[in-house]
């Protein structure tokens, strides 16, 4: 991960899709693709789930208690509806906003967050700021004064990589994407831009995994408009294990090997 010279404001929590900014003496725990009522998915298929929201909010909870964090950031699609949601999403969206109230809270409207702010009586941004740093869902074209901090950090595209073990299965896990900025082409649509990388982070639902990375994608539309367009080095982006293991670039995970990393064998390092 990058060096914590660089970084010292921002940590990747080990283990976890979940990543905190310290800015201004405050610690904020950052969180994205929260997708309550996900679990839809799996019941039309004869998989029943429950109470998901209810793990996702004691999963924040113990990682707030655990790192001391004051405040929380939700980095867009609170809720997988992307229409109204039905009573039950609902009410379980209004049940996990109210397990965090003690928290301060702050919510990024993704394109899953349609008539989010009548469900919560809570306005939702388009877009943070804090610091050096950026904090918008992905789906969008960040503001001008998104592109002046140094890291942009989005989720939307549940970043996953492909996994081959010993053995030669392969399997996905969840990731993180790193991106340098292609200065150039930034400048053809920012004035004065000074973003240096972009960071990508994995699906907090445990029940969102992601479309592994170097994959061909059907719907190439729903990328993030800033890989979409090259502002920043899609190809050459670096990708990262939950554990911290660097697994490698984009462009090699996509050369014809099969599309899957061997298991790293290096030593994981913490985040």
């Known amino acids: 991960m990058p060096k914590r010279s660089e970084e010292a404001n921002m940590r990747f929590i080990y283990d976890e899709p979940a990543l905190i ?6 610690e904020w725990l950052v969180v994205g693709d929260i997708h309550i009522g996900a679990e839809r998915r799996l019941s039309d298929k004869g998989v029943n789930v ?24 939700l980095l867009g699609d609170i809720k997988d509806s992307i229409l109204y949601p039905e009573t039950w999403e609902q009410r379980d969206i209004r049940s996990f906003i109210s397990e965090l109230s003690h928290l301060e ?7 899953h967050d349609g008539h989010i702010d009548s469900i919560l009586g809570i306005k939702a941004m388009d877009e943070i700021l ?14 001008q004064d998104a592109l002046k901090k140094g890291t942009i950090i989005t989720g939307h595209n549940h970043i996953a990589v492909s996994i081959k073990d010993d053995n030669g299965a392969v399997y996905s896990e969840k990731a993180w994407l790193i991106a340098s900025a292609e200065k150039d082409k930034i400048r053809e649509f920012y004035a004065s831009p000074k973003a240096k990388r972009l960071v990508v982070m994995p699906a907090f639902n445990p029940l969102i995994l992601g479309m592994p990375v170097g994959k061909e994608r059907k719907d190439k539309d729903n990328i993030s408009p800033l890989l979409r367009n090259g502002l920043f080095d899609y190809s050459n982006a670096d990708i990262y294990s939950l554990k911290g293991a660097y697994i490698g670039k984009v462009k090699a995970l996509s050369s014809e090997r099969g599309n899957a990393a061997n298991k790293p064998k290096t030593k994981t390092n913490k985040k």
Do not use: C, E
């Open 21 to 26: 900014l310290s800015v201004s003496g405050k």
């Open 50 to 73: 429950y109470n998901m929201w209810k793990q996702m909010a004691s999963k924040i909870l113990s990682l707030s208690n655990t790192f001391s964090i004051t405040g929380v950031i």
């Open 105 to 111: 809270l702050r919510i990024i409207k993704g394109n």
């Open 130 to 143: 804090l610091g050096d740093y950026a904090l918008l869902h992905g789906n969008k074209w960040p503001s």
